[in-house]
C-alpha cells in the first residue's frame, strides 16, 4: 500500500524553525516529484516547494523563497521541508503529495498520492 505520513510539524514562535518530515512507504521516491502543499483556514490550497528526484530541480512559491529547503534522503525514502524564519502567515495543514509520470509542479490536481498532513502553528 502505498503511503506518505507527514511529521514535524507543531507551534514555534515567530523567527523560529520546523523541519518536516515526508515518509514514503510502499514505493520508492526515486521516480516521484513530491511537492509540499499547505492550506489555511479559510484559504485556498497553496502550492509551497517541489522536488524532482532525476535532477534535483526545486521550485519554491514567492512566499517561501530563502527561508524554505526542500530536501530528499533517497536512502531513507523521505523528503524534509526546512522552514526557517518562520511567520504568522505560514500557520497551515502542510501535506506532502507524490506525482510520477514526468510532471513537474505544483497543480495539485496533478498529484497522485497524499499524506494525512500536519499542522504548523506560527504564533507568540
Known amino acids: 500500500q502505498l503511503q506518505l505520513v507527514e511529521s514535524g510539524g507543531g507551534l514555534v514562535q515567530p523567527g523560529g524553525s520546523l523541519r518536516l518530515s515526508c515518509a514514503a512507504s510502499g514505493f520508492t521516491l526515486d521516480n516521484y516529484v513530491i511537492g509540499w502543499f499547505r492550506q489555511a483556514p479559510g484559504k485556498e490550497s497553496e502550492g509551497v516547494s517541489c522536488i524532482r528526484s532525476s535532477d534535483h530541480s526545486t521550485y519554491y512559491a514567492d512566499s517561501v523563497k530563502g527561508r524554505f529547503t526542500i530536501s530528499r534522503d533517497n536512502a531513507k525514502n523521505t523528503v524534509y521541508l526546512q522552514m526557517n524564519n518562520l511567520k504568522p502567515e505560514d500557520t497551515a495543514v502542510y501535506y506532502c503529495?507524490?506525482?510520477?509520470?514526468?510532471?513537474?509542479?505544483?497543480?495539485?490536481?496533478?498529484?497522485?498520492?497524499w499524506g494525512q498532513g500536519t499542522q504548523v502553528t506560527v504564533s507568540s
Open positions: 503529495a507524490a506525482v510520477s509520470g514526468g510532471y513537474y509542479g505544483m497543480d495539485l490536481g496533478e498529484y497522485d498520492y
